[in-house]
């Protein structure tokens, strides 16, 4: 039997990433995210809860997280959930889950764009458009490159 291992999350980050380099060179960023959860128990009252989940990113998607998030920003992404076991100094076992960061999505006002295929939003009004000439160029079809190629000026916050 085949298993399933994917992972959708949307929140914002609990601190700045943390860029460094793995011994090969290749980029490597941490993130922290908060995900919340609100449902309504049996009394009818309004209940939350939240998730911490750690996630890491590597190569080009590494970078671009570095470049342009930072605490407190919203993300979506999508990964897969990696087991990391270890042994702590009192010589106990210990596990963590973590996400894998396959590709990332900025957040803004009800919408989302994702680094890998960001186009206008096709809802919006004519007259809240952006002239042809302002407007983002296609998204590269390398989704590595894609996360790279956004400017300042593509940040949406």
């Given at each position: 039997?085949?298993g399933f291992?994917?992972?959708?999350l949307?929140g914002h980050l609990?601190?700045d990433?943390?860029?460094?380099a793995?011994?090969s060179?290749?980029?490597?960023?941490?993130?922290g995210?908060?995900?919340?959860?609100?449902?309504?128990d049996?009394?009818?009252?309004q209940?939350?809860?939240?998730?911490?989940?750690?996630?890491t990113?590597f190569?080009k998607?590494?970078e671009a997280?570095?470049k342009?998030f930072?605490?407190?920003n919203?993300?979506q992404?999508?990964g897969?959930?990696?087991?990391?076991r270890?042994?702590?100094?009192?010589?106990?076992?210990?596990?963590?889950?973590?996400v894998?960061i396959e590709?990332f999505?900025f957040?803004?006002?009800?919408?989302?764009e994702?680094a890998?295929a960001a186009?206008p939003?096709e809802?919006?009004?004519?007259?809240?458009?952006?002239?042809?000439?302002?407007?983002?160029?296609?998204?590269?079809?390398?989704?590595e490159?894609a996360a790279?190629a956004?400017?300042?000026?593509?940040i949406?916050?």
């Amino acid at each position: 039997m085949s298993g399933f291992n994917k992972v959708i999350l949307m929140g914002h980050l609990t601190r700045d990433p943390l860029l460094n380099a793995l011994p090969s060179g290749s980029p490597v960023c941490e993130i922290g995210l908060a995900v919340n959860r609100r449902w309504k128990d049996a009394q009818d009252q309004q209940r939350e809860e939240v998730l911490f989940v750690d996630c890491t990113a590597f190569g080009k998607r590494a970078e671009a997280l570095a470049k342009y998030f930072r605490k407190g920003n919203p993300i979506q992404l999508e990964g897969h959930l990696k087991l990391e076991r270890w042994e702590a100094e009192d010589g106990t076992n210990r596990s963590k889950m973590r996400v894998m960061i396959e590709q990332f999505g900025f957040v803004t006002s009800g919408k989302t764009e994702t680094a890998d295929a960001a186009q206008p939003n096709e809802r919006t009004t004519p007259a809240r458009r952006t002239p042809t000439s302002k407007r983002r160029p296609a998204a590269p079809a390398e989704p590595e490159l894609a996360a790279a190629a956004a400017s300042t000026e593509d940040i949406p916050f």
